[in-house]
């Protein structure tokens, strides 16, 4: 099984530009989220989806979209990269808003 | 919101030393979740404790769930550097219509020969 998995694993992006990272998972969970890890501060929630159709914010939600068209993927949205979103992004996967998590690889993006 | 502390926030041990990191809740917890992150990847679930006051053992690694369910432990016994990595904590928290699963922020252990 591949689990979550994420693309890219690596990005440098320019301040401004739009990218978006992929998340897709093929364990059939309702449940998926993106974080991100910087040093010191543990993985803050960005967006988080509890089915297709249905998204909500987390923690650190602005300057980013979700959505969530199809049980598998839930794609993350930059809108207009800032260098205060270097971070490496997680995508997670799970049955449910309590359960255990399925992390994929990481994106680890660098906006210079 | 919920708030999820940890300490310390890094320890250095030599192997064969004891280790041991706390989680703290501001809020009372459904459940907790623990969390191993190995330099440079993801995390991986460790183990989920539910009731009040629970113990769970996993080889040299214990865990504990407080009384009060807000607060948890992550003991381990006898260190080796194969233990080298960042431990998480997480609880759900409730946010009206689901749950959202909220980190606390690591103990990052570094196992030294």
């Known amino acids: 099984n591949a689990g979550v998995t994420q693309t890219p694993k690596f990005q440098v992006l320019k301040t401004g530009q739009s990218m978006t990272l992929q998340c897709a998972q093929d364990?059939?969970?309702?449940?998926m989220s993106w974080y991100r890890q910087d040093p010191g501060m543990g993985l803050r929630l960005i967006h988080y989806?509890?089915?297709?159709?249905?998204?909500d914010q987390g923690e650190v939600p602005n300057g980013y979209n979700v959505s969530r068209s199809t049980t598998e993927d839930f794609p993350l949205r930059l809108l207009s990269a800032a260098p205060s979103q270097t971070s490496v992004y997680f995508c997670?996967?799970?049955?449910?808003?309590?359960?255990?998590?399925?992390f994929g690889q990481g994106t680890r993006l660098t906006v210079v | 919101g919920q708030q999820v502390m940890q300490i310390p926030q890094y320890q250095h041990v030599q192997e064969g030393e004891d280790f041991t990191t706390y989680c703290n809740s501001s809020?009372?917890?459904?459940?907790i979740q623990w969390y191993k992150q190995r330099p440079g990847g993801h995390p991986v679930f460790l183990i989920q404790?539910?009731?009040?006051?629970e113990v769970k053992k996993q080889k040299r690694l214990t865990f504990q769930f407080g009384e009060a369910k807000k607060n948890s432990s992550l003991h381990i016994t006898a260190t080796q550097t194969t233990d080298v990595g960042t431990y998480f904590c997480?609880?759900?928290?409730?946010?009206?219509?689901?749950?959202?699963?909220?980190f606390g922020t690591g103990t990052r252990l570094q196992v030294t020969l």
């Open positions: 997670a996967s799970s049955m449910g808003g309590n359960t255990e998590a399925f």
């Open positions: 364990m059939n969970h309702e449940y």
């Open positions: 989806s509890v089915g297709a159709g249905i998204t």
């Open positions: 809020t009372t917890l459904s459940n």
């Open positions: 404790l539910v009731k009040s006051g």
């Open positions: 997480a609880g759900p928290e409730w946010a009206g219509t689901a749950s959202k699963l909220t």
